[in-house]
């Protein structure tokens, strides 16, 4: 068995699918990788998608497809984009034609249980990502390469060179077909493969050591941040300290925001919000949006549903000997319309007792140094007049009963 088919046979036996579907395009690598695992035993299906892009070509190469899944015996799925209606007049083309495979490919393997998707990515493909992704100055996110693994798909050649697998067809007479649109630089991939490799490889004998072993830095790193976030994670769940974040390097700041769906393209927007005036709001979604505090920031929920504590109104003939910090006791006859509870808002004012004037409910909270996550949680009481209680706060003094009050009423907050 040769290193190229027990590394394979060695990946299938560890992730133990139940059924393997096996993106094949007539080239060399999908050729070679279905007729691998085909020989090892393993259960197969094969797709492939006719995009129609190189006429009677793409026709010949699903011809071809045809007559190869026919003569191993294994099931063949085709999506036909000509027959699907779908546009490719208008965006990027590869981009679309990778979201219309991987579409197709997602829907087939949902419908056998414990399937895995397998595709021929190989070395070469992993160097040739590098300059793709150092060329959109993509960051260690993009540098790193491919991951054999992502989610349902895998990629069990990533980390053989495709002499291999060319030796490996070779010696058992197995033919496939040449993409003849590979030949043209026109697309940067072909560029990188046809011109700027082998340059670089006269200049450098070593450039694709030299790149692989960067790219295993790069994902050592990223290995190494994602722990640390891990445990930061798990010790700040809604509250982050600013002193940390800002500590953090960019591309553990990537990490830290992709946990919460934002984007590399928000990381210049989401340091200024950083440095921004307490009170800021970043929003991360529909439900949630990040609130800048003194010293950290709050996971917040949009329009969260307010849970009220309990608030018990009665009437009394007398004030206690002893008060509590759950009860105040007003005037009756100073009480306009209902007594509810409420959270604050902007502009609220109340008249504490033992402060000449009235003062604003968020300068009260301010001198508590109560954060702006927290002051939307502590219950204001009202009647339809005034402000009568900022809870656990201060007490307006316009309301308040005293002693030669005959008609009292005792509101309690039960938490």
Not at 204 to 229: C, G, M, R, W, Y
């Amino acid at each position: 068995m040769s290193l190229l088919v027990e590394g394979i046979n060695n990946q299938l036996k560890d992730i133990g699918a139940a059924h393997y579907f096996i993106a094949i395009s007539a080239g060399k690598d999908s050729v070679a990788l279905a007729h691998i695992v085909h020989s090892l035993g393993y259960p197969i299906t094969l797709l492939h998608v006719n995009y129609h892009l190189r006429g009677d070509e793409s026709n010949e190469d699903q011809r071809w497809i045809e007559r190869f899944a026919k003569s191993i015996d294994v099931p063949l799925k085709i999506f036909d984009v000509k027959e699907n209606n779908l546009d490719f007049s208008t965006g990027n083309l590869q981009q679309l034609a990778r979201d219309i495979r991987y579409s197709f490919f997602e829907k087939e393997r949902a419908k056998i249980k414990n399937s895995i998707i397998l595709v021929g990515h190989q070395q070469s493909d992993q160097i040739e990502n590098f300059w793709i992704h150092l060329f959109r100055n993509s960051g260690r996110s993009g540098l790193k390469g491919m991951s054999i693994r992502k989610g349902n798909v895998i990629r069990p050649m990533l980390t053989f060179h495709p002499d291999m697998i060319t030796s490996y067809l070779k010696e058992r007479n197995i033919v496939w077909r040449e993409d003849s649109s590979n030949a043209k630089s026109v697309y940067l991939r072909n560029f990188i493969r046809n011109e700027l490799m082998p340059f670089l490889s006269k200049c450098h004998p070593n450039i694709e050591k030299s790149i692989l072993l960067i790219q295993e830095k790069f994902k050592q790193a990223e290995v190494t941040d994602l722990a640390e976030l891990d445990v930061f994670n798990q010790n700040h769940t809604t509250h982050f300290p600013l002193e940390k974040l800002n500590s953090f390097t960019d591309e553990k700041f990537l990490l830290f925001m992709k946990n919460f769906g934002l984007k590399g393209s928000q990381l210049e927007s989401f340091r200024i919000f950083l440095s921004a005036q307490t009170g800021a709001q970043f929003e991360i979604n529909t439900t949630h949006y990040f609130l800048k505090e003194r010293n950290h920031i709050a996971l917040v929920e949009w329009n969260a549903t307010l849970n009220f504590p309990i608030l018990t109104i009665e009437e009394v003939s007398s004030l206690p000997e002893k008060f509590d910090k759950k009860t105040i006791f007003v005037d009756k006859n100073r009480i306009k319309g209902n007594i509810s509870i409420r959270y604050w808002k902007q502009g609220d004012r109340i008249s504490p007792i033992g402060v000449k004037g009235s003062k604003l409910i968020s300068d009260v909270f301010s001198d508590a140094k109560i954060s702006n996550t927290d002051k939307n949680n502590i219950p204001i009481i009202v009647d339809d007049d005034h402000i009568l209680w900022c809870y656990g706060l201060c007490v307006d003094r316009r309301k308040i009963a005293t002693n030669e009050i005959k008609e009292i009423i005792k509101i309690t907050i039960q938490e």
